[in-house]
């Protein structure tokens, strides 16, 4: 199960609002994104977290709901700390924080989850992927050279590409108004599965159905 979670992204007041920044985009908007007491640690914001109590925020919030008898559903495998955290290394060096709070906690690879931006998938559409190709991704490049592997997971927000142009120069520019509002639609819908695959300890069904998600008609 996914000990560690990295939203991807760049620092800085000029950087909030570009679509490189999807990952934190995301994690701001989640809806017990206030409840994250965030730390600066293992060049990142991060936050540890007893798994109980996450499970709790996902109650709250109504992404996951108790069994009858009034336990929720948690695995008996669930770890009993998770992890969060936004790299301050800047996108393409990503990989030097998430290695260093892996290597602290002794979390494999196969238990990190890496939430970003993609190019490669249109703005409305959502994947849910393990292990396989970077998409020239940078920050996917940089975790990869840090754990000697690619097999980690990876929540593969779309931003797609531009027609034409310079892809860096588009990454690092900001989403438009009507793209902001698609974005907060696709961060709603996205709750859910969030929330389930943090809980599951098999995620094969689940990749499946998310393997690439169109959420939004753009």
Not at 83 to 90: E, N
Not at 107 to 127: C, R
């Amino acid at each position: 199960m996914i000990q560690l979670v990295a939203f991807l992204g760049n620092y800085g007041k000029e950087y909030e609002d570009t679509r490189h920044n999807a990952g934190w985009l995301f994690e701001a908007a989640l809806p017990f994104a206030d409840k994250i007491s965030w730390q600066s640690k293992y060049k990142a914001d991060f936050c540890c977290v007893d798994y109980d109590v996450f499970a709790t925020w996902l109650k709250d919030a109504g992404l996951i709901k108790e069994r009858d008898n009034g336990t929720l559903p948690i695995p008996d495998c669930a770890p009993k700390k998770i992890y969060f955290m936004k790299p301050m290394t800047y996108m393409n060096l990503s990989g030097q924080a998430i290695g260093e709070a892996a290597r602290f906690f002794k979390i494999p690879a196969s238990d990190v989850l890496v939430v970003h931006d993609e190019i490669e998938l249109p703005l409305g559409t959502v994947g849910l992927k393990w292990s396989g190709g970077l998409g020239g991704h940078n920050g996917l490049r940089s975790t990869k050279e840090t754990f000697g592997t690619p097999d980690f997971w990876r929540i593969r927000i779309g931003v797609g590409k531009p027609a034409n142009g310079n892809v860096a120069d588009y990454v690092l520019g900001s989403f438009t108004s009507d793209e902001k509002i698609t974005l907060s639609q696709i961060f709603t819908m996205m709750n859910p599965m969030f929330a389930k695959f943090l809980t599951i300890k098999d995620a094969t069904n689940l990749q499946k159905e998310w393997n690439k998600k169109k959420l939004v008609e753009v």
